[in-house]
Each structure stands twice: as C-alpha cells, then as structure tokens.
C-alpha cells in the first residue's frame, strides 16, 4: 500500500535562513509526488510535484523539491525562508493502484515556522 | 474568480440534524474529490467523481452522500450528524486522464463543519 511520512510535526527556521521539510514515501510502482501548503483557514494550494525527469522539481514561491529514489525521499527545499511562508505543509502520493483514481494519499503535515 | 468554491463556509448544527455542503467549480475538470480534516489537521480523501461517475468511495458511513448533479458541481450530504462529524470539509477538483491522473488538484476553501 502506498505511504507518505512526514517525520517532524514543526520546523522552525529564521528568515532569510535556508528550509528543509522532509517527506519519506512507500510505492509500488513509480512514485508520483507532491507539495501543497494549507495558509490558516484556508485550503490547500499546490506548490509542486514529481512524476519523472529531473530530480530537482521547482515549484511556486521559490520552492523546490528533491527526489531521491534510493531514499524514498521528497524533501521540500526553499534557499531563503521568508515569513510568509510560515503555514502546514502537505506531501502526497499518488495511489498507485489499479483503479488509476488520481487519489491522493497525504503525510500528516508539518508546520513551519519562520521566525523575523 | 473563484475557481473552486464551497458553500457554507461555516455550519454549526444540532446532531440529528441533516446538512448539505456545496461545491462548484469553472476549472472545466471532470474530476472532484471530497476530503475531510480532522483535528490534528489529517487530511483522507472520502469520495470522488469523474464525469458525474463515482470512482472513489473510501470507508466512510453511510450517512455520507456525494452527489454530482454535472460535472462542475459535486455536493455533500450528511444525514443524522454525530459529534465526530465535526470536522473541515474540503472539495477538490483536477483534471484526468486515462493514461495516468498525476495532475494536481485545485482545493476549495473548505467548510468548517461543528455538530453540537
């Protein structure tokens, strides 16, 4: 069965400080991957996501993400956090089951914090 | 220009009660999926439709209704709501393909869900 973990509940980083929020996946198949950030009372927007190519993706707001396969890891990256992007932070995979639904399957979220 | 859209944002309610939730989208995509968060901001898909067809349908009660009047619109219906309803509803929708449904999905701004 398809997985997505997201081993810290909160990362804290000072501006203009590089961030790293990690995601670790389990797939059968090819990994399909992506990054949505949740603003407070808002929904989910997409930032970037992972099908095949390159292993660096590049997404929204400065964002990007590496794939490494021999880790099963989707690690979201930024050079220079900004406080604004202080929100929770969603990895997903894609089901990769046979229905071919497009379900997503989400990490439990992590919260960052980007301190002034 | 709303491009995908829920109404009520806010309901508060009796349990027993029935209650709808509303979801449009002008995105022009044939696919729209419902989740629900939790709490602890855990974030499951419960149901989806292509083309007015249902294609996800996760363990949920049966007191959860989908339905998909056309495929810009897909609603939610919740008979005789319980405590544990309580909850953030969010609808979604993304285009598909049949040979692989890796696009991303576009969120709605969610509806906050209280059952007294």
């Known amino acids: 069965a398809q997985s997505v973990a997201q081993p810290e509940d909160q990362v804290n980083v000072a501006e203009g400080n590089p961030l790293t929020v990690k995601c670790t996946y389990s797939?059968?198949?090819?990994?399909?991957l992506f990054w949505y950030v949740q603003y407070p009372n808002r929904g989910l927007q997409f930032l970037l996501k992972?099908?095949?190519?390159?292993?660096l993706v590049k997404g929204s707001y400065g964002f990007e993400a590496e794939f490494n396969k021999s880790q099963t890891s989707f690690h979201l990256k930024k050079p220079s956090a900004l406080v604004s992007d202080s929100a929770l932070y969603f990895c997903?995979?894609?089901?990769?089951?046979?229905?071919?639904?497009?379900?997503?399957?989400f990490g439990q979220g992590t919260t960052l914090q980007v301190k002034p | 220009d709303t491009a995908v859209s829920q109404t009520p944002k806010y309901l508060v309610t009796q349990m027993g009660n029935d209650k709808s939730i509303k979801c449009e989208q002008n995105?022009?995509?044939?696919?729209m999926y419902w989740y629900k968060q939790d709490s602890k901001k855990f974030l499951k898909i419960m149901f989806s439709?292509?083309?007015?067809?249902?294609?996800i349908n996760e363990t949920v009660p049966n007191r959860f209704s989908p339905k998909s009047p056309d495929k810009a619109h897909l609603n939610l219906h919740i008979n005789s709501l319980e405590l544990g309803d309580s909850a953030v509803y969010f609808c979604?929708?993304?285009?598909?393909?049949?040979?692989?449904?890796?696009?991303?999905?576009?969120f709605g701004p969610g509806t906050r869900l209280t059952v007294l």
């Open positions: 979604a929708s993304s285009p598909f393909r049949t040979s692989g449904s890796y696009n991303e999905q576009f």
């Open positions: 797939v059968s198949g090819n990994p399909y």
């Open positions: 992972y099908i095949t190519g390159d292993n």
């Open positions: 997903a995979v894609r089901d990769g089951g046979s229905s071919n639904t497009g379900k997503l399957i």
């Open positions: 995105l022009g995509h044939d696919t």
């Open positions: 439709y292509n083309n007015k067809e249902l294609i």
